[in-house]
């Protein structure tokens, strides 16, 4: 069974940084594709990084430039680093993950966590 865990958020003023982890387990496919979705108070979900078994990054562009997505496949672990956080970056960040969708087709992950509550004040 699939487990995905965030951790790392937090509370942070504008122009703060944060890095959220997501430890995964039981995933034993060879092509995954990992990522990072959002959703901010009142809004819907959006998606916000991916990558792939190869290391391939998709961004949304609200947040390129500032937040990098990466993994460490020894520990089973995907990032998120966010830099100069904004108060609208403000939400509930979700890991999901799947072994054939990716990129802007994160609606359709089949594996998520539980999420992990990012707030950024001005």
């Known amino acids: 069974q699939v487990q995905l865990v965030e951790s790392g958020g937090g509370a942070v003023q504008a122009g703060g940084s944060l890095r959220l982890s997501c430890a995964a387990s039981?995933?034993?496919?060879?092509?995954?594709?990992m990522g990072w979705v959002r959703q901010a108070p009142g809004k819907e979900r959006e998606g916000v990084a991916t990558?792939?078994?190869?290391?391939?990054?998709t961004y949304a562009d609200p947040v390129k430039g500032r937040f990098t997505i990466s993994q460490d496949n020894a520990k089973n672990t995907l990032y998120l680093q966010m830099n100069s956080l904004k108060p609208e970056d403000t939400g509930v960040y979700y890991c999901?993950?799947?072994?054939?969708?990716?990129?802007?087709?994160?609606?359709?992950?089949?594996?998520w966590g539980q999420g992990t509550q990012v707030t950024v004040s001005s």
């Open positions: 990558i792939n078994s190869i290391g391939s990054t």
């Open positions: 039981g995933y034993t496919a060879r092509r995954y594709c």
């Open positions: 999901a993950a799947d072994h054939l969708y990716c990129g802007n087709r994160w609606r359709y992950f089949g594996y």
